[in-house]
């Protein structure tokens, strides 16, 4: 299977080369909107292979950076609710749901830039949502329920009534890219008010490797028995902990059938006849990609 990360070194170099000092940056964050420069992404096109493959994707009209577009350290914002420095030194501060944005900015859904910009421009961002999602909810102890403190030598919580110690939460989830023969399985979500179809995904439970993950969540949602062939990459996903891990896998045996609970219908589709696919950005969006890649690869070789 083709890399889904082919394009991602030539984007991050450059970012690098573009963007200010980790130590320099504030990232602020309204639940799940982040604050950025107002417009700074107006016309500016979904990552899609040729926008990343282009001579300046990082550039927003008018000649912005939309590498510095997330850091919000010149905003002239309130003391946050919470704040906290995360490795590398950038500052997550989270802001109650009544801050106003400030002239020449504007919050906007943290999903919605991770659709916009290629993924070395969200990343760190993304980094600084999680660490301020495991503050807004670890503000009590799990085992007492006093207010908790945090620990002066590292990032954790230190209750001062009973001394349990906590770190941030990290939550892992495959996705599998099935395939049988030149088809990939796409399926719905119950739940999804998107209409947009993806490759099946699930939480890895405690005790469990990932390859099993898979095979177990496919046959609970779908009822067929399948066999993991690789593994394809991970992302994290601020929403509000997780680490998404991808793989694919071969069909075995079974008919599809989908459980009705989480998901609504499931089908084999192809590059040129599949239903509408989720955001682009997301890793689940990357793997369809380059599975439907091969397919075609593979048919211009037969």
């Known amino acids: 299977m083709s ?63 939309l590498a510095v577009a997330l850091d919000s350290s010149a905003a002239p914002l309130p003391e946050p609710g919470d704040s906290l420095t995360v490795p590398g030194g950038a500052l997550a501060a989270s802001y109650p749901a009544e801050t106003d944005a400030p002239d020449g900015w504007e919050w906007k859904p943290f999903r919605s830039l991770i ?12 980094r600084a949502m999680a660490y301020a999602n495991w503050r ?3 503000r009590f102890c ?31 989830a ?3 890219a099935v395939h049988k023969d030149d088809r990939l399985l796409l399926a719905r979500n119950a739940l999804n008010r998107t209409g947009a179809w993806s490759i099946l995904a ?28 690789g593994y394809r990459g991970s992302q994290p996903w601020p929403f509000p902990d ?17 459980d009705g609970v989480e998901i609504a219908e499931a089908g084999w589709f192809g590059p040129d006849d599949h239903p509408p696919l989720p955001m682009r950005g997301s890793l689940s969006r990357r793997l369809i990609e380059a599975a439907f890649e091969d397919i075609r690869s593979a048919g211009t070789r037969r």
Request: hydrophobic share 40%; glycine share 10%.
């Open 115 to 126: 659709n916009a910009l290629p993924e070395p421009l969200w990343l760190p961002a993304a």
């Open 202 to 229: 699930g939480f890895v439970e405690p005790g469990e490797s990932f390859e099993s993950c898979v095979g177990r969540e496919v046959m609970e949602e779908v009822g067929i028995v399948v066999r993991t062939t």
């Open 142 to 172: 799990g085992r007492c329920g006093s207010p908790n403190g945090d620990k002066p030598d590292e990032i954790a919580r230190l209750c001062p009534v009973c001394g349990a110690l906590s770190f941030p939460r990290l939550s892992p």
């Open 242 to 258: 997780q680490l998404m891990v991808g793989f694919t896998a071969e069909w075995v045996s079974g008919e599809l059938a989908p």
């Open 3 to 65: 890399e889904p990360n082919d394009t991602m070194d030539t984007v991050a170099s450059a970012i690098a080369e573009a963007s200010p000092s980790e130590t320099t940056r504030r990232f602020a964050f309204r639940g799940t909107e982040a604050l950025v420069r107002a417009s700074a992404f107006d016309g500016y096109p979904a990552p899609d292979r040729g926008t990343m493959a282009g001579a300046s994707p990082w550039e927003a009209p008018g000649d912005e950076l």
């Open 174 to 176: 495959v996705l599998a």
């Open 136 to 138: 807004a909810s670890s």
